[in-house]
């Protein structure tokens, strides 16, 4: 069943360059937490359905995806 689509724009350009890196975007049932991607190997990040600031929230987004210390799923 494929996700919803993010309100904010650049958040939604931050989820599919993380799904893009291999890592996997799960929406929530309810409450202010919209979602969470995960890589697969231990590392996840919230996704947050109305941040404060949607430019910041998807940078931070992004960092954690580059940051991530385990490998990609297709390199293994």
Not at 21 to 44: F, N
């Amino acid at each position: 069943m494929p996700r919803g689509r993010h309100p904010k724009k650049e958040v939604e350009a931050a989820l599919r360059q993380a799904e893009k890196a291999g890592w996997t975007v799960e929406q929530t049932a309810a409450g202010h937490r919209w979602g969470v991607a995960r890589c697969g190997s231990g590392c996840s990040v919230s996704v947050w359905s109305t941040p404060r600031n949607p430019g910041n929230h998807a940078k931070a987004i992004a960092k954690a995806v580059s940051n991530c210390p385990h490998p990609d799923a297709e390199e293994a």
